[in-house]
C-alpha cells in the first residue's frame, strides 16, 4: 500500500539519520578523548616548569619529536643552570639546535634569543612568546640617545640572570653555511657575563644529518628557512657535549682583569669551540679545552686576533667597493651628460 510504504521509508530514513548522528558523536567523543591523552602524555614527558600548560603540551610534544628523529635522549642532562647563560654552537640550524638544547634540561626554562626574521611566518612569533624568547631585532639601528642596538632585549636578559634565570643564546648569531667562513662570536654574551657575573655554561652541537646529506642539494642545505625550519622534519643524529664553564671572570683571581679583557678571553674561548663547523668527535673537544685553559697557549688568541682583522679588512672593502660604484656612476653620468653636448 502507497500509505504504508511512504511512513516505513520515512521511518527509516529517521533511522539512519540518527545512527549517523550516534556515530558522529562516537567519533567526537573518541576524538576527544585521544587528544585529551595525549595531551596529558606530552605534559608528562616535559621537564621545564612553563606556567602555560600549553606551552608545557607542546614542550612535551617537542621533546617526544628530538628524541625520536633528533637525538639520544638521556645522553647528557642540563641541571643547576640558575643564573647562567647557556652557550650553543655553532649554529647550524634553528628549531632542531633549540628543541635538542630544551630536550636535555630540566628545570627552570630557557630565555632564548631568537631573531624576529621569521615572524613574518603565522605562528612563529606566539610560539616565541609562548616559550618566552628574548626577541632580537633584525634590523636594529642605534638610537638617537647613543643606546645599542637591541639595548631593550640586552636589558631583559640583565634582568633574567640576576632574577636566576636562565638564557640560552647562539653567540655567533648567524647558520655556518656550507663552503662559507665560519662566523665570529660577537661580544654580547660575554658583556651579559662580565657585567651580571654569570657563568657561561658552552655546549657544542654535531650530528646533523639534515645539513650533511649529500642527496639534498647545498643551495637547499644553505637555504636559511631550510636550516631554521625545514632541517626538523630531517632525521638527525645530534650529539650535545658540554665543551667547559667559563666562570673565571666571576673569581677573585680575575679582579685585576679590565671588562674589556675579561670580555676578550670570554670570546676566544667561544669561538675556539665553534669555528671548526665540521663534526668534531669528544676526543678533539677535550683537546680544544686543554689548549684553551693552558693559559702559556697563545694559539687561540692569535686565532682571534686574526679573525678580527680578517673582519675588519672584509668590512673596509665592501665599503670601497660601494664608494667606487658611487663614483663610477656619477663619472658615468657626466659622461654621458658630455655625449649629448
Known sequence: MPGLDSR???????????????NLLYLLIALVTVTYLLARYFESRNRLNYESRSARIISGLIKVTTDL????????????????????GPHRTGLVDGAVVASKMEGIPPHIFATDV????????SFMEMFQAITIKAQATKSGDGRSANAEA???????????????LF????????????????????????????AIRVLRLDGFW????????????????YRALGSFFHMNNVRVTECCVIDFHTKPESENLSESEKIEKICVQLYAFYRRTE???????????????????????????????????????TALDAERAELEKTALTSMNVSSMC
Open 171 to 198: 653567540p655567533q648569531g648567524n647558520f655556518a653555511k656550507i663552503g662559507q667562513e665560519p662566523h665570529r662570536v660577537y661580544d654580547g654574551a660575554a658583556k651579559l657575563a662580565v657585567k651580571n657575573n654569570a
Open 69 to 88: 628523529l633528533h637525538t639520544k635522549s638521556g645522553d647528557l642532562k642540563i641541571t643547576g643552570h640558575e643564573g647562567q647563560i647557556i652557550a650553543v
Open 210 to 225: 639534515s645539513i650533511d646529506n649529500p642527496f639534498i642539494p647545498v643551495f637547499v642545505r644553505n637555504n636559511s628557512i
Open 154 to 168: 640586552l636589558e631583559k636578559a640583565g634582568k633574567v640572570l640576576r632574577e636566576k634565570g636562565c638564557l640560552a
Open 118 to 125: 621569521y615572524n613574518f611566518i603565522p605562528g612563529v612569533r
Open 279 to 317: 663534526n668534531l668527535s669528544v676526543e678533539q673537544i677535550r683537546a680544544i679545552k686543554r689548549e684553551v685553559v693552558d693559559i702559556s697557549n697563545k694559539t687561540h688568541h692569535l686565532i682571534w686576533a686574526k679573525k678580527l682583522k680578517h673582519d675588519g679588512l672584509v668590512k673596509e672593502l
Open 8 to 22: 516505513l521509508d520515512l521511518h527509516n530514513d529517521n533511522d539512519d539519520f540518527a545512527s549517523s548522528a550516534y
